[in-house]
């Protein structure tokens, strides 16, 4: 053979799983169901090889056994947020199977909001999905990120873009009042395993989003900054937080050619080509 066996990582992905709590209120006799729903990625590093090599399965923990666990540790376990949860699934595997070295566990929450006050009807419209990523290496504590993806913000006002580079293809003006759009995904390394996730996620949240209303933006690349310094302030147990911001741009349509005038009013939405703007804040 040509090559050797370089690295090997396998698993299920996209486990969908989600759980109904049917807590009975005391006061009445009504059920007040509570429903979760997450997706789940399992990825599993360890001694594998001869699977690979020799066509000798018997390492070999199934991936349809990868996405089972999921739902016995989702049986098993109260799931309270995609970080614990994580967490549970990663031990499990981490405890069950000696030769697994190195685990991944993925999730992403699909958050279900109570539809008017139902006790057992609910919708999805909210645009935040919450996720976890927690690796367990063997000998190694746990190693918990959280974060969220499609967190859509605007502000109207209070942005601008000035003072760049001018060059041979520079078009855009520079401008002190212009739409400043993102859709927002964050992840946050946590310095250890025990922290309160949920209470820390809110904590996160809040100060993400007071942080970007409370400035006048030069960039996005400044407000990311402010933003970011922010949820280390607001929470102790975060290492470092990454934040990506892609600028969605809202342009100023050009209506001259119809006579009308465009008083910042009016604008093009274009999804692509769009700003990419990423950076990575590690507490000092
Ligand atoms: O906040 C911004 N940062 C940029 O780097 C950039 N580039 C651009 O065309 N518009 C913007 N806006």
Redesign the pocket.
């Known amino acids: 053979m040509a090559g050797y066996l370089k690295h090997q990582c396998y698993g299920k992905h996209n486990v969908r799983v989600s759980k109904v709590r049917r807590p009975r209120q005391a006061a009445s006799k009504e059920e007040q169901h509570e429903f979760v729903e997450l997706s789940v990625n399992v990825e599993l590093e360890g001694d594998f090889d001869a699977a690979y090599t020799d066509g000798d399965n018997r390492s070999i923990v199934a991936t349809d056994t990868c996405k089972n666990t999921v739902y016995g540790v989702a049986k098993n376990h109260s799931i309270d947020c995609p970080e614990s949860f994580a967490l549970a699934v990663a031990q499990h595997f981490m405890e069950s199977y000696a030769h697994v070295s190195r685990c991944r566990i993925a999730v992403s929450e699909r958050v279900w909001k109570r539809l008017l006050d139902s006790p057992h009807c609910f919708s999805a419209l909210d645009s935040l999905k919450p996720t976890a990523v927690v690796i367990i290496e063997r000998g190694s504590a746990p190693q918990v990120t959280a974060g969220f993806e499609q967190l859509m913000i605007a502000k109207t006002t209070e942005s601008g873009?000035s003072d760049f580079q001018s060059g041979e293809f520079r078009s855009?003006a520079d401008t002190e009042d212009r739409i400043l759009a993102s859709e927002v995904s964050a992840d946050w390394v946590y310095s250890n395993a025990k922290a309160d996730f949920s209470k820390d996620r809110q904590s996160v949240v809040s100060a993400l989003l007071t942080r970007f209303t409370d400035h006048f933006s030069r960039?996005?690349?400044e407000t990311l900054y402010l933003m970011a310094q922010a949820a280390l302030d607001a929470c102790a147990d975060v290492q470092s937080i990454t934040l990506s911001m892609p600028?969605k741009h809202h342009l100023l349509a050009d209506l001259s050619a119809f006579g009308l005038e465009n008083e910042n009013e009016v604008f093009c939405v274009t999804d692509e080509p769009f700003?990419y703007?990423e950076a990575t804040i590690e507490r000092e």
């Open positions: 873009f855009l960039s996005v690349q600028n700003g703007i």
